[in-house]
């Protein structure tokens, strides 16, 4: 059975380059992050989802 990821590619990347991990990501792909940056990765689009939520629309 495979896993579909919640986030998009182009978001996880944006997310990596703001962060500054993006490069690890080039070049050992995304198993070669730390943890903790793994982490702070999903916080941030946690982050940006509650901004979301909370704009008027």
Same mark, same amino acid.
């Given at each position: 059975?495979?896993?579909? @990821? *919640?986030? =998009?590619?182009?978001?996880?990347?944006?997310?990596?380059?703001?962060?500054?991990?993006?490069?690890?990501?080039?070049?050992?792909?995304?198993? @070669? *992050?730390? =943890?903790?940056?793994?982490?702070?990765?999903?916080?941030?689009?946690?982050?940006?989802?509650?901004?979301?939520?909370?704009?008027?629309?």
């Amino acid at each position: 059975m495979s896993r579909k @990821g *919640i986030m =998009s590619k182009e978001l996880k990347e944006e997310i990596a380059k703001d962060l500054g991990f993006y490069d690890v990501v080039k070049t050992e792909g995304w198993g @070669g *992050i730390k =943890s903790r940056d793994a982490g702070n990765m999903v916080k941030r689009a946690i982050e940006m989802a509650e901004q979301q939520a909370r704009s008027p629309k």
